[in-house]
Nanobody, 127 residues
Framework: QVQLVESGGGSVQAGGSLRLSCAASGYTVSTGCMGWFRQAPGQSREEVAIIDCDGSTLYADSVKGRFTVSQDNGKNILYLQMNSLKPEDTAMYYC?????????????????????WGQGTQVTVSS
């Protein structure tokens, strides 16, 4: 049984930093296709950062240069380092993983491309 547990959210002022963690059980982070998504109130869930099964990464334009996704293979944890935070980064952040055979056109940018989700961790950035 796969479980993803996010942590590390909180309240920070604009310009600050946070590091989110996604601890996985029943799923191997080092070889998985995983992503970070976020959802603000009244808005759709959107991709933030993707790490493909081959280790390549993809970032939403809104976070490029500020956020970094990484893996700790020994601890089986996926991280999202968030720097230079802005009020518009305020959202619930979710970790996602896909355990199904990876199709050739997998990009990891859509919700349907994942079959496991964490419960989310709230990030609030004040101006």
């Amino acid at each position: 049984q796969v479980q993803l547990v996010e942590s590390g959210g909180g309240s920070v002022q604009a310009g600050g930093s946070l590091r989110l963690s996604c601890a996985a059980s029943g799923y191997t982070v080092s070889t998985g296709c995983m992503g970070w998504f976020r959802q603000a109130p009244g808005q759709s869930r959107e991709e933030v950062a993707i790490i493909d099964c081959d280790g390549s990464t993809l970032y939403a334009d809104s976070v490029k240069g500020r956020f970094t996704v990484s893996q700790d293979n020994g601890k089986n944890i996926l991280y999202l380092q968030m720097n230079s935070l802005k009020p518009e980064d305020t959202a619930m952040y979710y970790c996602a993983a896909d355990s199904r055979p990876r199709p050739p056109d997998w990009l990891g940018r859509e919700i349907r491309e994942y079959n496991y989700w964490g419960q989310g961790t709230q990030v609030t950035v004040s101006s």
